[in-house]
């Protein structure tokens, strides 16, 4: 067990929908950071969040959006859904932003339909 | 640019025999070298990471990996694979000298397969 937790584990949604992912980091850790995992795409960064802001920004579209909060947990916000937007979607926090040594999450598998 | 290869998406290895994960990195400066495990329908594990030091660092699981500068290279080895190593493997690499998780680049992963 990483000590980050992801929910929802799955969701099944319709295109044009929206859905919200949400994280909460290991305890002690202020950096979070949001993946999206394909098949054919890999393991893409999409956004990094330190201690309420955002510190890095990847591939993520403008559909999409992330906050993270006071309390350090973080909501991806996926909006106007596309099939292609049928992914796992993980979370992963670290205590600093600056080793690379990451624990995820067991990621929130979306299926858009 | 930066950035992390690994060239075998499939590697099949006969259970006891010792097993190689090939990663190759390209990036200015000296890297930050990691890998990571993910089992089915889980998330990435954390199994080891160089970041200065003795060139062979030892990891989770009996897992170890060698950092080679002049081939920039941070192959994944382990003398004896067992059947409950299957899985897809990930290495990553990032600059030191920038901040930000941009700049932390995962491979396209590896699965290894342990035949019994």
């Known amino acids: 067990d990483s000590g980050v937790t992801q929910t929802p584990k799955h969701l099944i949604t319709a295109t044009g929908q929206r859905v919200t992912l949400r994280c909460s980091p290991r305890?002690?850790?202020?950096?979070v950071y949001w993946y999206q995992q394909s098949l054919d795409q890999g393991l893409q960064f999409l956004i990094q969040?330190?201690?309420?802001?955002?510190?890095a920004k990847g591939n993520i579209l403008e559909r999409f959006s992330a906050q993270q909060f006071p309390d350090l947990h973080s909501e991806l916000n996926l909006s106007s859904l596309e099939l292609g937007d049928s992914a796992l979607y993980f979370c992963?926090?670290?205590?600093?932003?600056?080793?690379?040594?990451?624990?995820f999450g067991e990621g929130s598998r979306l299926t858009v339909l | 640019a930066q950035s992390v290869a690994q060239p075998e998406d499939q590697v099949n290895v006969a259970e006891g025999n010792p097993l190689t994960v090939k990663c190759t990195y390209s990036?200015?400066?000296?890297?930050?070298l990691f890998w990571y495990v993910q089992y089915p329908n889980r998330g990435l594990q954390f199994l080891l990471k160089?970041?200065?030091?003795?060139?062979l660092v030892k990891g989770s699981y009996g897992f170890e990996a060698e950092f080679n500068k002049s081939q920039t290279s941070f192959h994944l080895k382990k003398p004896s694979a067992l059947v409950s190593d299957s899985a897809l493997y990930f290495c990553?690499?990032?600059?030191?000298?920038?901040?930000?998780?941009?700049?932390?680049?995962f491979g396209t992963g590896t699965r290894l397969t342990v035949i019994p």
């Open positions: 992963a926090s670290s205590v600093s932003g600056r080793t690379g040594e990451l624990f």
């Open positions: 305890s002690g850790d202020l950096s």
């Open positions: 969040y330190y201690n309420g802001e955002e510190r």
């Open positions: 990036v200015s400066g000296n890297p930050y």
């Open positions: 160089y970041i200065t030091g003795d060139n």
């Open positions: 990553a690499v990032r600059d030191p000298r920038r901040t930000g998780a941009n700049n932390l680049f």
